[in-house]
C-alpha cells in the first residue's frame, strides 16, 4: 500500500507513473490503478498458484520465531522464484522510464538501473535498516547504547549471509561488482533513500548520510482515500462505546480453518474483555463465524474513518496498519508474526501508546483480553497515542516523499 500511495501522489504532481507489482499474498491493485490514475504491471510469483500454496508458505513462516530463517523462507519462496521475472520487469521499467523508485528489498531493480544508467530511489518502510548509533539493531536485546556497533556489526553480517549470494549472483552475471554490505549499499540507493516513516516516531540520526531521508508515512492522498464504509458499520459504531478494531492484515491467511483458529481467540479475548468489537477477516463467507451482538465483522473498512471511532486497534505491526492507528490517534497492542513487527511493538511501547507485544505463535484469548483491559485502563496510553495522531494529521509524508525525488533529481 505505500507504493501505491507514492504511485497516486506522483500522479497528482504530473508524472506519469508505472507500478510493477509482485503480490504473494493474492491481492488486486487494478481498481487502485484506474481510481489513481497509474499504469499497473502485475509481476506474478511462479511458485504461487493457489491460496493453498500462499496458506503453506505463510503457516510456515509463522512457525519459525527465528528472523534469520524467517527471511529465509520469505526469500526461497516469495522472492526467488520470481527473481528472474522482477528483473525483466526492472528493465523494462528502465528502459521507459528516467526514474525507477523501489522496495528496498527489491535489489533487481538497482541492479537493472545500475545496468541501464537510470537513476533509482529506494523505499524503507521501517526506520531499522539504516545502521546508525543512535538506533537499536533490530533483532537483538535493548542492553543499553554501548552495545549498538556491536550489534549493527553481528546484523549486517547476519543479513550479507542471506543476502549477498543472491544479490552478487545477478550482478556478477550482469557484469557489475559485487556489493560488500546489503545494509549500506543494496537496500540504499546512491542518491536517495527514503524513510516511509513519520518524523513523529523516528527522528532522523544526526549520523546518518544526507542520501537518508524521513519523509514520513505514505498515506493515500486525502481526494483519493475516501471508500465506503460496509453496510451497517455506521450504525453500530454510533451505537454504543467505542469498540476494539481487530485485524492481521496482509497476514490473515485466507483459509477457514486458519481463520477460525484466529476468530476463536479474538471471540474469546472480546468476551473476557467485555468490551464491543470490529474484526476484520479477508474472505465473503464472514457469516461462518458465530454471530455476536457485540461484534461487527468486515472483509475491509477505510482506516482513516474508522480507527478514529474506536477505542485502540489490536493488530499484527504492519508499518502501514500501525502508522494508521497513531494517525487516528489510537493505542495498540501489536501481535507480531514476523521480526520487523517485533520491532513496531518495540517502538509503540517505547512512544508509550501500546500494551506488551505478543507473539502470534503463543497467542490465545485469555492473553489478548489481559492486554486489551490493561489498555482501555491506562488513559495516559490514550492521551498519548492522541498527541501523536495530531502531529502525524499536520504532515504529508506523500507531498514531502515527492519533493524529496523532485529535488534529488530536477
Known amino acids: 500500500m505505500p507504493f501505491t500511495a507514492l504511485a497516486a501522489g506522483l500522479v497528482r504532481s504530473g508524472h506519469e507513473v508505472t507500478l510493477a507489482v509482485t503480490d504473494n499474498v493474492g491481492r488486486d491493485y487494478s481498481g487502485l490503478a484506474q481510481r489513481f490514475g497509474y499504469r499497473l504491471v502485475a509481476v506474478p510469483n511462479p511458485e504461487i498458484h493457489t491460496a493453498e500454496d500462499i496458506t503453506r508458505i505463510w503457516l510456515r513462516m509463522f512457525e519459525l520465531e527465528n528472523p534469520i530463517r524467517q527471511a529465509e523462507v520469505v526469500m526461497k519462496h516469495g522472492f526467488d522464484p520470481a527473481t528472474e521475472r522482477m528483473y525483466q520487469a526492472a528493465q523494462d521499467l528502465c528502459a521507459a522510464n528516467e526514474l525507477v523508485i523501489g522496495h528496498f528489498f527489491v535489489f533487481p531493480l538497482q541492479v537493472a538501473a545500475e545496468k ?190 474508522v480507527f478514529p471511532r474506536c477505542a485502540m486497534v489490536v493488530h499484527h505491526g504492519g508499518a502501514g496498519t500501525t502508522q494508521s492507528s497513531l494517525l487516528a490517534g489510537r493505542p495498540s497492542i501489536i501481535v507480531a508474526h514476523m521480526a520487523d513487527q517485533s520491532f513496531w511493538g518495540a517502538e509503540l511501547e517505547r512512544l508509550g501508546v501500546a500494551g506488551k507485544t505478543l507473539r502470534r505463535t503463543r497467542l490465545n484469548g485469555k492473553q489478548l483480553a489481559k ?30 516523499a515527492v519533493r524529496l525525488i523532485e529535488r534529488t533529481f530536477e
Not at 475516501?226 to 453496510?231: C, D, I, R, S
Not at 495516559?380 to 499536520?394: D, F, I, T, V
Open 371 to 400: 492486554g486489551i483491559l490493561q489498555v482501555l485502563a491506562t488513559p495516559g496510553m490514550a492521551a498519548r497515542a492522541a498527541e501523536l495522531g495530531g502531529r502525524m494529521a499536520a504532515e504529508d509524508g506523500i507531498a514531502t
Open 116 to 305: 541501464a544508467g537510470v537513476p533509482s530511489v529506494t523505499v524503507n518502510i521501517v526506520h531499522n535498516c539504516v545502521p546508525s548509533r543512535e538506533i537499536q539493531p533490530p533483532g537483538l536485546p535493548g542492553l543499553g547504547r554501548w552495545t549498538y556497533p556491536l550489534g549493527w556489526a553481528l546484523v549486517r553480517k547476519m543479513a550479507g549471509r542471506i543476502f549477498l549470494p543472491r544479490v552478487n549472483a545477478l550482478r556478477t552475471r550482469e557484469g557489475l561488482a559485487p556489493d560488500r554490505d546489503v545494509m549500506t549499499k543494496t537496500w540504499a540507493a546512491e542518491r536517495l533513500n527514503l524513510i516511509a516513516v513519520s518524523p513523529a516516531i523516528c527522528r532522523r540520526p544526526a549520523d546518518w548520510e544526507p542520501r537518508h531521508q524521513v519523509c514520513g508515512f505514505l498515506n493515500p492522498p486525502v481526494e483519493l482515500g475516501n471508500e465506503a464504509m460496509p453496510e451497517g458499520l455506521q450504525e453500530y459504531l454510533s451505537a454504543g462505546e467505542p469498540p476494539v478494531y481487530l485485524t492481521f492484515g496482509s497476514m490473515m491467511v485466507d483459509d477457514l480453518g486458519y481463520m477460525r483458529q484466529v476468530a476463536d481467540i479474538w471471540m474469546e479475548a472480546v468476551r473476557l474483555a467485555g468490551c464491543r468489537a470490529v474484526m476484520q477477516f479477508p474472505h465473503d463467507a464472514l457469516s461462518m463465524f458465530p454471530a455476536d451482538e457485540r461484534v461487527f465483522k468486515v472483509r475491509r473498512v477505510p482506516y482513516k474513518q
